[in-house]
Structures are given as C-alpha cells and as structure tokens.
C-alpha cells in the first residue's frame, strides 16, 4: 500500500502546548509589555474584537485610556441604528432558538455612512484612539469616510482574506490602493498561513489579524471544515513576519485574533509570537462591553448560512479588574495584563520580542478543575 | 528489545481535521460542484444512502429534482413489502430494546422481484434518475431486473466488497461481467484501501464507495473491529483514482459514504478527494425521509450478528431546507450545499477537482458547544 | 537543551486501534478458527479466565463442550472452601465499600491439596478438558497433585512473571523444572515483553500468557504504575513467538488475556497475533458464571495492597449466546465467534495464523453512542 | 509552505504513560527504596510539600518517624501567628467564592523571626528531622535563623526559580553564598529543565526540586501559561544530574514535586528519575494533616494574581495507613510505600537508582472506574 498521498501536519491550539519556563528569570515590574502599529502606539498590547457585544464608543474610550486599543466594527449595529441600545436587550432577552434569527433580521439593515462618522467622533471626543473595522467589500467605500471622521487605524476584516480574489460581480479590494489611499495605519485579516501574510505585507499593510476558526462564538469548523488552531497559526504568520521583516526592512506587527479566553491562552500567543492579541468573550464579559452578558460572531447574522452562535458569557467585573486585577479568581481570567508580565519574567523576556523566544511544547492539558473534583470524590 | 514488526499507521477521521484556508480566495457564486458518473450527472454532488429510514421512491423524486442523487436499497422493505409505510410506524414504536429483534423480523420476509421494479418505474414516473442497490449475492439476478425497469445507475454494496472474494457456496460475483451485461453505470463498494479501488476500476466499474464502519449507525468497529476513519480511506481511494486515471485515462468517481453529519464534514470529504458524497443519518432527519425520525443501518437486521443500531435522529427540516437553507442554525447540519460553495470559496477552488487539493491539517476538534458551556460557567 | 535520555515509544491499546479490510475476501463459512496447545485441542479459540467470578466446575464443563477452554484459579475459593456457594451471595450483597474487606478475609483462608483434586475430578467427570491455574510460590506443590487428578493443562500465573525471580525466602520456581515434572502442557505468564516471552519458550513451556494491567477489574495501572495495553504487548509477543518458532522450529502459542470485551477486541487480539484469547467480564456476565454477576480480579484480595476491585457486571446471556449468537444486541458483546469468522472473512484470514497479518491501522475510537446521543440532540 | 519555524516537543504527565515491566523480578522485601540528601537520610523516599494545609509541626513529626521528612512552609500561617489552629477551621468553613479572598487578607500579615525560630524547635522536640521552606526573597534572611534554631535542611523554592535572575529592587539571592553560609543542606526548585538543573547544581546546592504547575491545588497553567508536565520535567532533570553527576563526581538527588496522586504516580517519578517524592494532596487528605480535609498551593494567596485555589481533598485514613496500608482502598492512594516496593519488584529493581532504568511507555490511560460503569450499564 503506498503511503498517503497528503501527509497532514499536526495543528496546536492553545490547549494543546505549554510554555516552558526559560534559564534566566527577571522580576515582572522590569518587563516592557508595549506593542506598536506604525506609528500608533498601545502601552499593553490588548485589543478588543471587532464584535458588537463587546465594543462600543464607551468601551473603546474605556480601554483606551486603559492603554489598549478597541476595534469598532462598522459592518454591525453601530453602522445600522441611530440607538443600537434597546437592541442589545431584545437580543439577550430573546430566547435561545431565535437568537440567531433575531440576529439575522436586526443586521439586513442598511449601513447608514452618517453613523459611520459619528461612531469614530464620539470615539475621539473621549480622547481615545479610534480603530474601525470594515468588510473588504465595504471598505473602499467606507473607509475614507472614517479616516475623514478622524479614525486612527482601520481594520479590514473578513472570514479569510487574501490579498487575490476572484470575483464577478464587483471589481476585489485592491489592498495596496487602500494603504495607499488611507492617511491612517490598515490592519488586514483573517488568515492563518505563511504565505498569505507574507502577499499581504507585500501590500503595504501595517498589520495582520491571525485567526481563522478558533473562537468561542464560532463555528466555522463545523459548518465549513475551515479552521486552523491558534498556535500553529500564529507561529506560521509570525515566521512569515520575521522572513519579510529580514528580507525587507520593515517590521509589521500581527494580532493572534479569536480563541483566547486567559491569561495562559495571551501568554502562549506571545510565545508563538504575536505582537498583540484581540480579545473578544473575556471582554464581552466586561461590566462595560454592551452585550448585557451575552456574545456573538462576525458570521453569525449571515442570512443564509450562520456560522456562529448568539453565547451567554455572563459579566465578570469591570474592564480594569480583568486587565489589571487585583483579583480573588484563580482561573486566569483578570488580571491578563499582571499575568503576561509574570509570565515574561519567568520566561525571562524584557519585552514583547524576546519572549517570541520562549519555547512552547505540545502538553495537552488536564483540567485543573476536572482534577479537583475527582479528587474530592477520593475524601470521605 | 526489538521494534515492533508491524508499524501502525495513523488513520483520521473528521473530527481529526479541519481544512486550511487557500491563498487565493474565490466569490462562491462562481463554484461550479457539479459531478457525474459516466453520463449520469448531478448539479449537486450529494446522494442518499440506500437506507430504508432515508430513501422511498418519494424521498428519491424530491432529491432529484434538487440536483442530487438517491439510492434505494433493493434489499430492504421496500423490495419485501407491497406497502411499508406502516412498518416504519411499527419500527419507530418499537421500544429500544426491541427494535433489533423487530428490524430481524421485518427483513427475514423474500425479496420480490416484481417489486424491484415497480419501484425503479415509481421514481422513474417522478421525473428523477432511478438508483438502487444490491448486495452482491443478488446483483446478478436482480440488477437486470431494475435496468430493465429504467434503472439508471446500479449500487452493489456490502460492507467490505473486493472483487476476489472466495467462497464454497456460490460463484462470487464477477463485477467485470455485470458491467458488461448492464447498460447503466455501476457503482460498487464499500472500500476503504487503495489497492481495491485499482482492482475495482480494473474490473471497468463507473464509480466506486468508500467507507467501512464510519456511520452513526453502524457498530462495525466494535462488533467486528474492522473500519478506517473516512478522511483517510477518502484520501486512499482518491489516490488510486488519480494513479487509474493517470494510468489507463479513465476518471472513475469516488463517493464518500458514511459518517458526514455537517456541512464541515461534507466540505473535508471533498478536500480529502471525494467526487461525491453519500448522506445518511442528515437526510434521515429530512421531513420528506420516511423514517419518522429514526435511521438503522444496512447491517443492523442481521440475523445472528446486528452490526447497526436504530437510533432516534428526529426531524429537522425539509430536504430543500438542509441542501440550500436559508437556515438560522449555526451547528453546521443545514444549508449543505451553501456550506460547500463558502468552503470552496475560501480554499480558492472553483470546481469539485481543484477543492482536492486543498490542504488538509491534522486539528484534533474542540466542541463549540462545551466551550460556550464552560463559558457561562464563568460568568456571575 | 538535549534530546530526552529516555524516548518513549507509543502502546497501543484495543480501542487505539482498527483493523483495515483486505485485498480478498472469503465466506465466513470456509473460516477454521481452531487453535491447539501441544495436544490440547480448542474448536473455538477461547479460554476463560482463572477468576472464581468466571469459572467454576460447572463453567468449565460448559465451555469445553462449546469447543473452549477454562481455567479453574486453584488460588481462590474453590481450593480454599469445600462449598463456595454460599461466600457467591455473600460477596454480591456486600455493600460498595465492604467489598475489598470481605474478599480479603474469604482469601485469607489455607489452601487445601484435597480440594485440588477434588475440583479437577469435578471438572473431568463432567466430560471437559480440566485447566487449572495456580501462582509460582504454590505450583511447585500443587501442579502435581491437579496433574495427578487428571488436570489437561497448568497454568502457572501471577501479574508479572519471568523465568529470572529474585527471591530470599523461597528458592525460586524453575519454570524448566515443571516443565519436564508434569505430564502436561504448562502455560505461563502473564507477560508483555518479547524477551521475556523468548526466555519463557526457552524453558519449554507450551503457552504463553499475555497481558499486564489491562482487564477491567484490574487496577495494577493506578496501583503500581506498571500495564502495557493489549495490542502492543500481543504484537510484541508475537513477535518473539514468530522469532522462536523461526530459530527453533517449535510453536508456542499465546494467549491475550485481559481487557476484551467485545467481538471488536476479540478480532483485534488475532490481528495482533494472538492465538487464543483469554476472556473474563464477557463470560463473567454469562447466565452459567458463578459470580451472580459480579467480577474481581486475582489481585483484589491482596491483604495489603489490593490491585483490582469488584465490579457488577451483571448477567447478559447464556454462553452459548455469548459465544454463537443469535443475538440481537448491537454492541458486540454477544456472538463473538460469528463475529470472529466474519471478521476474519472481510480481512480474508482462512485461519487464525492468516490472521494475524491483518493491517491493524492507529484509528482513536468514537463511541458511537456517544454520536448517537448527539445525534438526537439536533432532533426536533 | 515552509517547516514551522519552532519544533514542539511532545511532554508527557503521569497520565500519559506506564511503566514496562522487567525481565528480572525481584521480591518486594528485598527491595532498598531509602534515599538521603547529603548525610539526611530518609528510610522511606516520601517528602510532605511545604503547604500549610499539609505540614504543621505536628505532621512533620509523625512523618519523620515514619522514615519521612516533611517540610514547613515558613512563608505561610505557622511564620505569620502565634497560634494559626483557628485560621484553618476559618478557612475550612469560608464559602467556596470566599475562599482566595480569605486566603490573600490572612497571608498579608507580616512574617515573624522568632516564629521561625519556634516552628523549627517544636518539629525537633518531636525527634524528627525539620526541613523548612523559604521564598529566594527572605532566604538570606531567615534561613540562617532558622539553622541556628536546629533545622536540619532548607528549601528554597518559588514556582520557577534560576540562578540567574535579573531584578531592579534587590540584589538577586546568590546560591552559592547561601549554600555556604549555611550549615545544612540546602535544597533549590522548581525547575524542570537540564540547564537549570546543572546551573544550580554548579552553585553547590544538595537537592534540586522539579515540577513547576502540575499540582492539584495550582492553576499556573491557566493563569501563566506555564507548566511541564512532570514525568517530563523529571527525565530531563534526572538527565542533568546524571550528566553533572559524570562530570563531577558528585550526586545530587532531584525530588518530583507536585501533581502525585496514586501510588502509581509515586512509581512512575522514580522510574523517570526522581531520588524523592515530594506529596501535598494525598497527605492533605492525612488525618493528621492540618488542612481539616482542605488544601491550597502556595501561591493561592498572591495578592493580585492568585495561581491555585482551596480544593476540598477530604480526609482518608492516618498517615500510616497512607504510606504503609494495609489497605482495602483499590485506587491506589494508600500504602504507598508497598505500592512502590512491589511495583520496583515487578521491574526487577533492587533500589531507588536501578529504578531508575525502568522502561516507560507512552500509553495514554484509560480510567478503569469509567470501564466499570460502562459494563455495568452492559449487564441486564
């Protein structure tokens, strides 16, 4: 019998490895955790998803002032309504089997270019920096008029996006036009392989979103069989990043995008070599995110093949409390920031770059809490 | 201590992998699945399992005029009973543990051959292509039959079928010489090895199945211990496909039959090399299936050895509904059809052959649903 | 940082594993499942295990008149007790947490020689082949006295044993010794390593037992950390037995003996190598089991460190079903010879020696409950 | 596509593995299993964490008596108040969400020297051996006072420790300043790497602990990311004492510490390579265990980034029985010590070093309670 024509390759997530500690340790207060996307600057390297239940302008004001950068996804609600609020309680008020019918029929709304400007204006008028995010099949349109409005970055997002797509209908986003178009940093995703991201910095992007598949709110993996897990995406891009960096000069940073949900889950996307994470349940869960507790993908008001699911995530503590702690919760879900710092000095990374360096192994993971009740059933 | 003599190879099913994203990308509207299997085409390259819980003359008209393909199975009650209708009540009656023993019974009652083709004239005054299927034990007798009725294509199936089987009580099968004899296509199967498929495709057969033991239905594995996880008997099969075509210049179709239960399973048998696939329990959940809600395998009324169950699949949605949506589940198991073309889409493949070539990764799955569940959990 | 000292080598245990149809197929009817040790001749290739829950006289009439082979444990109750009736019920109505306590105090109980002989007589006059079991420390004294009584074959059995015991207080058996002392065959083990099974051929013996740790009332894994799961430790035996039987010419036959529960486990000991197959739960859930359904293993009663525990089973069928069917159950535990026969028609094994070059392939079992359950869950 | 940039290597836990039986075997009471850490001898190789819910004086003199050595953790209650008696009914009673809470407002109490002092008297006036544990941070400090008060061996132990750390606020504590400066044995962890290993062995230290976030009672993994598992974490740092011992000529025992749940985790650590085994939860469970059927790991308390949690463990029998049963338990958590005499047994192992030879598998384990209720559920 001949060997398998395909081999496949083994994929990790972030349940899937570790990260050993390093030979050298440093104490945590001397680790340096900020990021950069040319020119604009974050002191922690957190971004919130591009996902309505998580970020509206007062979020994103909140976690700016916070050091970190939010993501407004102008493909949703805030492009849609004038007063997206009472929305929000009529989706998590819905019951769970027409939660995703609700969704579909709330987001078949036009995308009012008006709302478009004022969403980035409040934005700015907190004093926070304003990132965007558009469809590539919007963004032409779209995107001027939000960098007109004063938008600091835009995000041009979808599923999976490359840099050459075949289409009939309309002429496909050009991505170096758009760069070149923009007075203002473009950030482009989703992909997952080194190739890809490698076409895409040939365009000129400022960044790339890395992630297809993996978060908590999606199921791309059973409805299309596509996804790729976080970890071997993110070293795959990250090895591209570091390829183009050494051939061309210039550095662009990437974001491990969908999945995350700890602390462990952010230090392990650093080791595989992410310049920042976006996060989206540990956020949704935020007192201030707009979801009232409840989370939902990109994909998942898609109106004839939902890929994704209306999830209660419930509400932790306050954006600060899960950023900064201190906390009282063992489960690393607060405190993402002191825990990225304790994680480098034990590493022994001084910043963000070398701790691309930290070795990770494949150590599937035995649920600590899975543990604690077996072994409470081993008492009298 | 020496090495161990036999090498064990790793085998993996879907739940094993997921499909890489492509580095072009592709509108889905300019997806073209169709398929064919020597002159019998298909706008859509989804056929019915030759279940009795799946397919009735009806059920048979309904999917060919959506574009796909049924079989009928000629060994079950529908070839034993003028009317079964109200045997499927009784069946799905039957408390569970007495459903075998009634399955036992049921199909203990002779195979009629004036029934076999008044079934193949049924589906053929529909308007729909007539498929059915024979154990090899009756296809030389009965497979005339039904192509004399109009048949349009002839399924010999049995669990493991190769074309040198030995026996004492009967001259096995000679495929080469009911190929010869009939004037429609056949397919034959179930197998799971490369070597057979050449044989198979040697013996001039127009279409081969692939899969043993794979089904939700089916206990193979642990009755017998006998089954190879599909994505690595779709990528076996395919590759002796492509070598045979190389070889002797004829494209012979493979079908992936048995296990899919989502749209990503679906797409995965294509990226594995899969021309077609076979539908089982999915369409058993149709509301045009006459199963009211169950299914059971080919092999459950066994005599003296069941290796199949009946199981409680319920009921949900019209078969139009599960091929094309529109659909407001996010679990993958509607919208087949717009699931494919996405997927395609994605992978940059516009036509069933080139989505064989998409890159398959070994990606042990999490289950969405236990993440969301452990989400909440989380929450206050 | 340097390579592991130690590398670990994967074992393989029966629900790791799957067994690939062949290339040909053959008639289950033209199947010879026969197996022989040194005279002793099997129709059906099945012993029962040496446990008091599984046999006693009247179980080994039984299956020898069905065409297997039990072993009577001379270690336990029926040595130890002139009616152990009585100590059956005692035992199934003991109370969870009482159960290891009461097995301790029965088994503390001497061994009496007259009881040896008289079991044996029980065994013979019923018409059967009489195989008894006793540990290395007794069977030095007690091997001839069964002998004498009429015993067919010895089996000489504790968890782990080699030719090579290190001991103060006793002189350690000299398996050579038995060997050429008794009128007849002497099998020993249990063992998982090909040099050990070389050593053990070496000094004559005429079966060897195979199987550390893995049976179902065994917990030597959790206790000692000592098990190898069954395929590997099978293939590896086999392996040396195939070596053996290469440089001396002489086959010694080997038994898997542990861990089967199902017609798949069955097929995929052959497949392994297997000669025989040694059965406990299975037969322990017959109608015709002393064990009222109950099992536990010969380490449960250890007065000290008890390795194994007493598990319900309950009481599933007559042996006859259990071994030939007709059955209408579907999860492999009944029928088990048809399921061998079939089995080894689809892999086109004419005999068991043919068997055991089946492809076994590294396939991660899905219960197909499991699915079956998830399955109706997307029911309406 | 190229290679991934970063190889993971495969780590394995004491769930991932078992031990090979040997070609020798050797009976139990011949077996040598005392060990000793540079003149502290221990007749039995189990060491009690440095955990207050586990070690208070009075623990630590019974286990030394039993041929143990416990170690006190003076980073904890016993250093903080003169009488901690209430604190442990306190936090045995604190509500489950309460709990961390609990834990981080009583461990903000400053430490005392004169507790230091009269911990240590009170474990000698017992006639045992009193080993004591210390952060790097207050070793320079305390462990002097606490020699001077008669403790025989000190620890020196945070979750990853390196004798290179890199710090602003204070001089990093040297090792080899503090190990010769003291007159006792000082032993340095957690580690789990070869560089490490050698790196502190270089500084002149007596014993090396390995495992850094396997415990029951830690969340590192989560929190951090961080975490080897141990078996592991133990071949390589047994591999660097090997090494270093080679080069050398000088021996330095490594203890596995954390995560030991069964006696067969305890045989599983040696025959990877520990000299010793260090047990927090199973003697958590002592009768006389301080923790009133509670545990929590030692950086539970961390102010703002709490890394473990209080886990009910229960109460299961006097530490005796623990470590020496005789037992009727048969899941392996007491009698240790015959467990790991009757398992070197089996291995043909005379003492703690030639177990160190012993074959490991990689066997992914299968939970025999789970087999249970599954064939119980077979039964009728």
Request: aromatic content about 4%.
């Amino acid at each position: 019998m001949p060997k398998l024509v395909k081999e496949l390759r083994r994929a990790f997530g972030f349940d899937d490895v570790a990260i050993a500690p390093g030979a050298i340790t440093i104490n945590p207060e001397m680790v340096d955790i900020s990021t950069n996307f040319d020119g604009v600057g974050l002191d922690i390297p957190f971004m919130a998803s591009a996902m309505d239940a998580v970020v509206d302008p007062g979020f994103a004001i909140k976690l700016g002032r916070l050091g970190g950068l939010a993501v407004l996804n102008l493909d949703g609600l805030h492009a849609r309504y004038d007063d997206p609020s009472p929305l929000y309680s009529e989706i998590a008020e819905a019951p769970r089997e027409a939660a995703t019918e609700l969704l579909q029929k709330l987001y078949s709304q036009p995308i009012r270019e008006d709302l478009v400007s004022r969403r980035v204006e409040e934005i700015k008028s907190g004093g926070a920096a304003a990132a965007v995010s558009l469809i590539p099949a919007s963004a032409k349109r779209l995107a001027p008029v939000a960098v007109e409005a004063g938008a600091d970055a835009v995000v041009v997002q979808s599923t999976v996006t490359t840099p050459r797509h075949i289409s009939k209908s309309l002429r496909g986003l050009i991505f170096s036009e758009i760069v070149e178009q923009l007075n203002a940093p473009v950030l482009v995703g989703n992909t997952v392989s080194y190739d890809v991201t490698r076409e895409l910095m040939d365009e000129g992007v400022q960044g790339v979103l890395v992630g297809v598949g993996p978060g908590a709110a999606c199921t791309s993996r059973e409805v299309l069989g596509i996804g790729v897990p976080q970890v071997t995406a993110t070293l795959e891009c990250a090895a591209a990043r570091d390829d183009y960096y050494k051939d061309r000069g210039r550095y662009v940073p990437i974001v491990t995008d969908g999945g995350i949900r700890t602390g462990g889950d952010v230090c392990k996307s650093f080791a595989a070599g992410a310049d920042a994470v976006m996060i989206g349940t540990p956020f949704a869960q935020a007192a201030e995110a707009p979801g009232l507790g409840y989370n939902w993908g990109m994909a998942t008001p898609h109106p004839s093949l939902p890929r994704g699911t209306r999830i209660k995530v419930g509400t932790s503590g306050s954006l600060e409390q899960i950023l900064f702690g201190p906390s009282s919760k063992t489960d690393g879900t607060e405190n993402l920031v002191g825990a990225l710092e304790i994680s480098m000095g034990m590493v022994g990374a001084r910043n963000i770059r070398e701790m691309h360096s930290a070795e990770l192994i494949h150590a599937p993971s035995v649920k600590t809490e899975g543990k604690v009740f077996q072994m409470s059933g081993l008492g009298s």
